[in-house]
């Protein structure tokens, strides 16, 4: 097998991964800049915080429910290269819009600069839904059979790396040159879209449905029925709905329970996408190529374990007095090291566990159904994602803290081991 990082120096991969790299990187400069931005600029409540992020959440997965089933038939019946095209020249007038809202909050225009902002988190998750299937279903077009899994873990890890980078960028930089930013990364992904490799239609011509409802029903309804899929579709989906109250909880958490800085908040973020990046390449390694579940189990439980001690090390954790602690101030904190540690090993432990699962998507059918089961997939989890976020709502206005919130994940973790068993079982 060729080695997976080989892969970067060949054309039918190479231009696939920049594209994909710069657009996660984009979608992340721009959402963290904006939810750092309202945390710390713009709102002054952890409840108000903590909604705000989960309206956000739910509007960037919300056109993965509406329309995933239109995004898989388009990709499985037309040029795949074609379709990134497009998607990569819409993003350009989708972060203008978003480029508006964060210079016209920041001039102090609130409420429209909130609107626009929260509009362009639903045009790039619109965006992504019709790129998602496409970064999954192209590899085994491009790539061998023994590669998909090397080029899946470069995309997983490539992805997290993005965000890894856009995360803390945006905690540097204020929101006029973010609104910059996002133009600049933009164009540049036009330009590596366009160097993509063709991908054209295998299989028979399929009459398009052009409903969003029931053709993702129907989507869903047309994969679920394999065992392997359904419960990798399933674990897949409870992993992201453990990731939407992660990351919506994160921001108000670091701010109000540990009184850190933005820089530091979006430091910790940054931190669950780097793990998740290790654990890819982690996970690879361990299974030499072979697609297999047998990890996923133990994976997740070392997960749940982590996030226990991380709701311990929040509880004891000595907050600043009047100020808000900055990069040095909070290293200097005797509970800072063993922190930050439990917070990459449970997004070391999380990218062990999901990262396989994907590989499961599109090797369980044939090319010509691959996309459409990729966006089957993006339908389930951000539905789930959805719920999660929708729950978050409710258990806060219950009085829920943050730190108990975490005991809630810990317990998911459970849940999602059993669905990871029942995978490897039916599977290997």
């Known amino acids: ?3 997976a990082l080989g892969l970067l120096k060949e054309r039918r991969f190479l231009p696939l991964f920049t594209t994909q790299f710069l657009g996660a990187f984009n979608d992340n400069l721009f959402k963290q800049a904006m939810v750092l931005f309202a945390t710390y600029s713009i709102f002054n409540d952890a409840k108000a915080e903590q909604g705000f992020n989960a309206l956000a959440t739910g509007l ?11 995004a898989g038939q388009l990709a499985d019946t037309h040029d795949k290269a074609r379709i990134i095209r497009i998607v990569k020249t819409a993003e350009i007038f989708i972060m203008m ?14 409420n429209t600069g909130i609107t626009l902002m929260l509009a362009t988190v639903f045009l790039l998750g619109m965006h992504s839904t019709f790129l998602g299937p496409i970064k999954y279903a192209i590899l085994p077009q491009h790539l061998d059979g023994p590669n998909v899994l090397g080029g899946t873990g470069l995309v997983e890890a490539g992805t997290y790396i993005a965000i890894l980078m856009g995360t803390i960028l945006a905690g540097y930089i204020s929101p006029e040159t973010a609104a910059i930013g996002v133009l600049i990364v933009a164009g540049i992904g036009w330009f590596s879209g366009r160097e993509v490799p063709p991908a054209p239609r295998e299989g028979a011509v399929l009459a398009i449905n052009w409903n969003p409802i029931t053709s993702s ?5 047309a994969t679920m029925h394999i065992p392997r899929l359904f419960l990798a579709i399933c674990s897949i989906s409870f992993f992201w709905t453990i990731g939407a109250v992660l990351i919506i909880i994160f921001p108000p958490l670091v701010k109000n329970l540990l009184t850190t800085t933005q820089e530091v908040a979006s430091l910790f973020t940054a931190t669950l996408s780097v793990g998740i990046a290790i654990g890819s390449v982690v996970i690879n390694t361990l299974l030499k190529g072979k697609i297999s579940a047998k990890y996923g189990p133990a994976s997740v439980i070392a997960m ?3 996030v226990v001690l991380f709701s311990i090390l929040v509880r004891t954790w000595t907050p600043a007095v009047g100020h808000f602690y900055d990069w040095k101030e909070f290293i200097a904190q005797p509970l800072a090291i063993p922190l930050m540690l439990s917070l990459l090993a449970i997004a070391v432990t999380g990218g062990m566990f999901v990262v ?5 998507l599109t090797t369980t059918v044939t090319k010509d159904q691959t996309a459409r089961t990729v966006a089957a997939n993006n339908v389930v989890n951000c539905a789930a994602m959805t719920v999660g976020a929708v729950a978050v709502i409710f258990i806060s206005h219950l009085g829920v803290t943050p730190e108990n919130m975490l005991l809630l994940v810990a317990g998911m973790c459970l849940i999602a081991a059993w669905l990871a068993q029942k995978l490897h079982l039916a599977c290997d």
């Open 1 to 3: 097998m060729l080695n």
């Open 217 to 221: 029903w129907r989507l869903i309804n």
């Open 356 to 360: 396989p699962l994907y590989a499961f």
């Open 97 to 110: 819009v978003g480029a508006g809202g964060l210079v016209l909050a920041k001039m102090g225009y609130t």
């Open 60 to 70: 960037s997965t919300l056109p993965f429910i509406l329309f995933s089933g239109l």
């Open 304 to 306: 749940g374990v982590c």
